[in-house]
């Protein structure tokens, strides 16, 4: 079946206690995402990638990291988690990067508390 | 640039009566529009996509969204509300662009009325 993992679902951690949400799609896209949706905000974007060690920062990325060594896989690494960063997590990816214009295909989405 | 908007946070209808979410987007190029559906503590499910083909696009579950270049609309629409449809919408815009992003709109809560 064609998804998007993501790893843990939910997590509760303590303020500068390095984590990393592991994301994994078994479809071959070539572009990945990661997104933080809080209430009123809709989803905004952390990072990017076109393909393999290929990455850019979104719109938020202050306080976290990625890497893209595989195509298949996209984690997000937060070396020092504070509470602002409490939020719902997704990642997405598609089949090619901009210009393609095809759609995003979601994991189920990471809940991370930050105490 | 680009930007979508949302223009309700929340909208309420009853059940069997017309849903109308609507969304306002800017780009500087000729954009792909989505919408997507998020049930509660689910991920998100496309709907429907306009990709510069017909202007009128049908999506799952009923739905359908019209692209008005003029309006710079792209209006999810359905003609009977489901319980079912009770979920939180998003409009997406992703423009022609080597470095173009995907920008969200903050979403829309549809609540149904039984």
């Known amino acids: 079946e064609a998804q998007v993992t993501q790893n843990p679902r939910y997590l509760i951690t303590v303020t500068g206690k390095k984590l990393t949400v592991t994301c994994s799609q078994n479809?071959?896209?070539?572009?990945m995402s990661w997104y933080r949706q809080d209430p009123g905000l809709g989803l905004r974007q952390i990072y990017y990638?076109?393909?393999?060690?290929?990455?850019d920062k979104g719109d938020v990325p202050e306080g976290y990291k990625v890497s893209r060594k595989e195509k298949r896989n996209f984690p997000l690494i937060l070396e020092s988690p504070s509470p602002n960063q409490t939020s719902l997590y997704f990642c997405?990816?598609?089949?090619?990067?901009?210009?393609?214009?095809?759609?995003?295909?979601f994991g189920e989405g990471s809940r991370l508390t930050v105490l | 640039a680009q930007s979508v908007t949302q223009l309700d946070s929340h909208v309420s209808v009853s059940e069997g009566t017309p849903v109308l979410l609507r969304c306002n987007y800017s780009?500087?190029?000729?954009?792909?529009l989505f919408w997507y559906v998020q049930h509660p503590n689910k991920g998100l499910q496309l709907l429907l996509k306009?990709?510069?083909?017909?202007?009128l696009v049908k999506g799952i579950n009923g739905f359908e969204a019209e692209f008005k270049k003029s309006e710079t609309s792209f209006h999810l629409t359905k003609p009977s509300a489901h319980m079912s449809d009770a979920a939180e919408y998003f409009c997406?815009?992703?423009?022609?662009?080597?470095?173009?992003?995907?920008?969200f709109g903050s979403g829309t809560r549809l609540s149904i009325r039984p």
């Open positions: 780009s500087s190029y000729s954009p792909s």
């Open positions: 997405a990816s598609s089949p090619g990067a901009p210009p393609d214009t095809g759609e995003l295909f």
């Open positions: 306009y990709t510069s083909a017909a202007t």
């Open positions: 990638s076109m393909n393999v060690e290929v990455t």
């Open positions: 997406v815009v992703r423009g022609y662009s080597s470095a173009s992003k995907i920008i």
């Open positions: 479809m071959n896209h070539e572009y």
